[in-house]
């Protein structure tokens, strides 16, 4: 692509506050000077706005305000004028129901800071799984020259010898202690070493899935994605993003010029070849709909059906974030695509210069970590969406981290009405299920829970475990964590608490999934169906706070996002009339 610089010098945003001698100038500038800030900042630099989603209640992002200190510098450094801004922070450890009904509430609050600030442009210093996005989100709604800088991951984990990938364990040993295989008092001494130094999940989870999902885009510098948290890497990236960032304000090198389709079509075949989150769907579905991007259920198929996964990291492969880094990181990923001419390479960064410009000499120094194509895990790595009676507008499944065996199944539903329901009868030893059972799960997605929660990958019954049996289907219209594994169908789409199909199945009903020919067919008739359908009534209203009930009755499914109705597209940034 091919981009133009604007012209400079030139008269700045931030000049409608600070500049000249008017009262209401005055106004604004002489109270900024209480902070000790000289005339001459005030004097047509570029004001950047450090959107820094740092909270001691988001662990991801614990290390951040450390982080925004070398924005600042290279900021200062580069003739700009920093103003570190506190964000909207939302850590899905943390935040009930779950941080995926706030993922809108910040992107709505951080477009509003954005809009009505004094401020030139934006580094987004971002962490955990929905800061990434909910900033992206904005800064596409304003259209205000930006770029992304995340935390990074934390350092590897052990435990008896073995690597703990963060979240990924987490599952695996809470199963292990129900199949008897793995004490609790075990279990509590692994906790620690599931998370052992600052920064966000070690494992291709979907904080370091959408990392790479931001570089992809070409929204941030190349390698930000996998430089640890605590490497000093990664306060020089940093930096060096703080420094850019100033010259992007005087280019005018805006999200629009780089959030293009061509730019989403490489991130979507990088999250195959990475074994990206099942989450980085809804998230680019909802940026590319902020920033007036047609993009669908279909381009994820289309586009990520040939890819191989070649990045041997867990949830589906046995490394982590750490051994990434070390091996090239996603640079050599996307060299890879482009060598396979699955990326475009013409794709326009925030560095001014092309994808293929950037990456082009990067180096692979670890085959075991990123793989060659023919050692791939899988050759068709990206995200399967499958449609059918039961998914009229899809679901997705990451066939990644899926059992080869169960891709193509059928079974007897074993019907979860709802969150609450699975866990009263999951653990009962008469519950009537057994390894060839579809498990069915309700009203867990977007309006349902409210907010879409990650319960999709529902752990299976004791009585299962026991038999040696890891992996069964598992349907629902909820989310599942990146860190999560298994043969699971989320999303879909339309969900049961918006009349869908999924709201109708019933104990008893065969279920048909067919990964290879994207199909998922509840076997009943078209008539029993509609009969079913047309008796419908919906049942579950969980909106007990204003913005519950909000985000209950604007949020869309998750086929377009699962963004509000009333905050797609690119609003822009225009500067407000003065009341004072």
Wanted: aromatic content about 6%.
């Amino acid at each position: 692509m091919t981009f133009k610089p604007a012209e400079w010098p030139r008269k700045l945003r931030s000049q409608e506050w600070y500049g000249g001698t008017s009262r209401d100038v005055i106004y604004h500038r002489g109270w900024m000077k209480n902070q000790g800030y000289p005339h001459d900042l005030f004097d047509g630099r570029p004001v950047i706005g450090i959107m820094n989603t740092w909270s001691d209640l988001t662990p991801c992002n614990g290390h951040l305000r450390e982080l925004a200190e070398k924005v600042k510098a290279g900021i200062w450094e580069a003739g700009g004028f920093p103003v570190e801004v506190p964000a909207f922070s939302a850590s899905e450890n943390t935040f009930r129901p779950t941080a995926m009904m706030f993922r809108n509430l910040a992107a709505l609050s951080i477009e509003e800071q954005m809009r009505g600030q004094p401020i030139d442009g934006a580094v987004l210093l971002v962490g955990c799984d929905k800061t990434t996005p909910s900033l992206l989100m904005a800064a596409a709604s304003t259209d205000l020259p930006s770029i992304v800088v995340t935390g990074g991951p934390m350092l590897n984990g052990y435990f008896q010898g073995e690597r703990v990938g963060s979240g990924t364990h987490l599952w695996k040993f809470s199963e292990a202690v129900k199949a008897g295989v793995m004490t609790q008092e075990e279990f509590l001494e692994a906790e620690q070493s599931m998370s052992r130094s600052s920064g966000t999940c070690n494992t291709m989870g979907t904080a370091s899935s959408m990392a790479s999902m931001a570089e992809a885009l070409g929204m941030a510098l190349s390698g930000n994605a996998a430089i640890p948290a605590v490497d000093s890497r990664r306060r020089v990236m940093a930096q060096m993003s703080g420094r850019r960032i100033v010259q992007m304000v005087k280019d005018d090198l805006k999200p629009s010029d780089i959030l293009t389709k061509q730019a989403f079509e490489n991130a979507i075949r990088t999250n195959g070849a990475i074994g990206g989150s099942t989450n980085a769907v809804v998230h680019l579905l909802a940026i590319a709909g902020r920033v007036g991007i047609d993009l669908t259920l279909d381009d994820w198929d289309r586009c990520g059906r040939d890819v191989a996964t070649i990045v041997n990291l867990m949830p589906s492969g046995k490394y982590l974030m750490e051994e990434f880094f070390y091996a090239g990181g996603l640079p050599v990923v996307l060299k890879r695509l482009a060598e396979e001419e699955l990326l475009h390479k013409e794709a326009l960064t925030v560095s001014g210069l092309t994808m293929w410009e950037e990456v082009k000499e990067a180096v692979n120094h670890n085959v075991d970590v990123i793989l060659p194509l023919e050692n791939a895990l899988t050759d068709q790595g990206g995200i399967a969406v499958v449609k059918g009676n039961l998914a009229p507008a899809g679901a997705v499944l990451k066939p990644s981290a899926a059992s080869p065996h169960l891709l193509q199944h059928r079974g007897r539903a074993v019907v979860f009405e709802d969150i609450d329901d699975y866990k009263a009868r999951i653990e009962d030893d008469d519950l009537d299920i057994d390894e060839t059972c579809v498990m069915v799960l309700k009203n867990c997605g977007p309006k349902g829970y409210p907010g879409m929660s990650e319960v999709g990958n529902m752990g299976l019954p004791p009585k299962i475990l026991k038999k040696g049996i890891t992996d069964m289907v598992r349907i629902s219209d909820a989310r599942m964590s990146g860190t999560a594994y298994g043969t699971v169908v989320l999303h879909t789409a339309p969900e049961a608490a918006a009349g869908g199909p999924l709201a109708v199945v019933q104990n008893g009903d065969m279920i048909e999934l067919d990964v290879p020919a994207r199909r998922l067919h509840l076997d009943i008739s078209d008539e029993e169906l509609a009969t079913r359908l047309a008796a419908w009534e919906p049942t579950h209203d969980r909106a007990p706070s204003g913005y519950a009930w909000l985000h209950q009755h604007h949020v869309e499914g998750a086929d377009t996002g699962a963004d509000l109705d009333f905050l797609k597209g690119c609003r822009g940034s225009p500067v407000g009339k003065d009341s004072h």
